[in-house]
């Protein structure tokens, strides 16, 4: 997709008066120019970042992806550049995950009677849910019936060691690929390879997403091999049918090999010599999610989901910029407004001259969108005694919760979950520093009901924190019709909110590191294996 970049420093320089003064404009440019940042929080220095981590170029910063690869590579030269102490591995910033990529490598062809058809525009491969495709250099060519119609297929025997084709049937769904599980697993799981008409009839989005790789960790590894599975054209499937019985050569790859995947870790040392092996924890997650398989109208997507769900956001007006096509899921909010904050927190109390007493320890974590699995690593591999952790302070999507966004909504909304789950004295201490605070928000615990059922306590890292019986708040704007989509663009945040929110979490962070009791367990730790319950 490509932007109208609004470059003109004439027009970042109007807009930054009309931020500061805490007046949001009616539309904020698509693309800004970085500044340099200063040393307090301010809505300028939130912007500024934040139009750099949530830019097309990163791709919405994928876990494995070469724009997440640039995203924590920033944050950590910022740590750096702030005197942060590393506190990843081997002396770095950086605590890599095990994780893997595995997909169909690119340019995979099949050459039948001099014909050329190619992975990706021809056909595309099927992976069964813990399976790993079979490599496969080739074979004879052998009908094997029809899709979806059993009583026409040729027996296992027959189908061992061979290339077996499957006649498309209108009757298997192409909407959804689980049609095509059955002959792979079933009949045909000792074939050379198994190909099955029907690519025509896939949606394009289908088709993309052939080609998309998956994550995971090394340790969900799939164990069982199923033969090469391939949803082919009508053009191919008639070259196909018309050399049965030749033997043809399949040079189509199915590959793992190591993903980036790294959570950010730096430290702030505390001032007093005998809290100093403590920490206070501030976290936030670095990554999102990859680009959607099929492009969209940016602005039409999004007025069509604001009728849906029946908020009233501040929405471009019609004309005021080209129609643009859009496939990129910025994560702009989340969790980008998180990262920022993080950042913006971390070069506050760095470069302020009086020091927390306890030091200060912050994570970016990754893989947050992919089931939390760099929480999970780092409170199963601390780069720091877990013990020394007195509580976890977590920001995830906090720059919206305005009255177009969700129910209540409004300047001094602000979403509370987890602080007094574990430690009373937590939320109490939050709940003073706010009252303290010239803006104080109103904060809604509404979501921390028990069994509420979006689990908002579950589907954030600092549920991975409390489980190792670590006092945690998550601080959380709500979600709002951009959640998830290629309109989570940095132009509809609110960074006057955003910059409240952090203010507030940096107070509370100082607040947490200058007392001289850690917030107090009120019962025996959780068990760490325990299955978290909201």
Known sequence: MVLRAFRAAALAAALMPIVASGQRPAALPLKLEPRPTVGAITREDLMTRLYQIADDSMGGRPTGSEGHVKVTAYIAAEAKRLGLLPGGDDGSYFQSLPVVSRGFVAGGSIRVAGKRFALGSDFGGLVLPGRTPAASAGGSIVVGGVMGDTTTWISAEEAAGKIVLLKASPRVVTMYPRGFYPPVSSRFAGAAAVLMGGWDAMPSTLQAATMRRAI???????????????????????????????????????????????????????????????????????????????????????????????????????????????????????????????????????????????????????????????????????????????????????????????????????????????????????????????????????????????????????????????????????????????????????????????????????????????????????????????
């Open 216 to 534: 995971s960790r090394v340790d969900d590894q799939p164990t069982r091999a199923m033969p090469l599975a391939l949803i082919i054209s009508d053009a191919m499937a008639k070259t196909l049918m018309a050399a049965e019985g030749q033997h043809i050569a399949m040079d189509v790859a199915y590959e793992q090999a190591a993903a980036p995947a790294r959570n950010v870790v730096a430290i702030l040392p505390g001032s007093d010599p005998r809290l100093r092996g403590q920490y206070v924890a501030l976290g936030a997650h670095s990554d999102h999610d990859p680009l959607t398989a099929w492009p969209v109208d940016h602005d039409s997507l999004r007025a069509a989901n604001a009728k849906r769900s029946g908020t009233s956001p501040t929405l471009l007006p019609r004309g005021t910029y080209p129609a643009r096509q859009d496939s990129i899921k910025n994560g702009a909010d989340d969790d980008g407004t998180g990262t920022v904050a993080l950042l913006e927190i971390a070069e506050a109390m760095a470069t302020a001259p009086v020091k927390p007493r306890r030091s200060t320890l912050f994570v970016w974590h990754v893989a947050e969108e992919l089931g939390l699995w760099g929480a999970e690593h780092f409170t199963s591999h601390p780069t720091v005694p877990l013990d020394s952790v007195v509580a976890q302070l977590n920001m995830d999507m906090i720059g919206r919760g305005g009255v177009g966004d969700i129910e209540n909504g409004g300047p001094q909304f602000l979403l509370l979950v987890g602080s007094r789950r574990l430690s009373k004295e937590l939320g109490d201490v939050l709940e003073s520093v706010n009252a303290a605070r010239d803006f104080s928000f109103k904060f809604d615990y509404s979501w921390d009901a028990d069994g509420h059922p979006q689990r908002i306590y579950c589907r954030s890292d600092h549920a991975l924190y409390a489980r190792q019986g670590i006092p945690v708040t998550f601080f959380f704007t709500g979600l709002h019709l951009d959640y998830h989509q290629v309109t989570d663009e940095p132009q509809y945040i609110d960074y006057d909110k955003l910059y409240h929110v952090a203010g507030l979490v940096l107070d509370a962070a100082r607040e947490l590191g200058n007392r001289d009791q850690r917030p107090r367990l009120d019962g025996p730790k959780p068990s760490p294996n325990a299955a978290c319950r909201q």
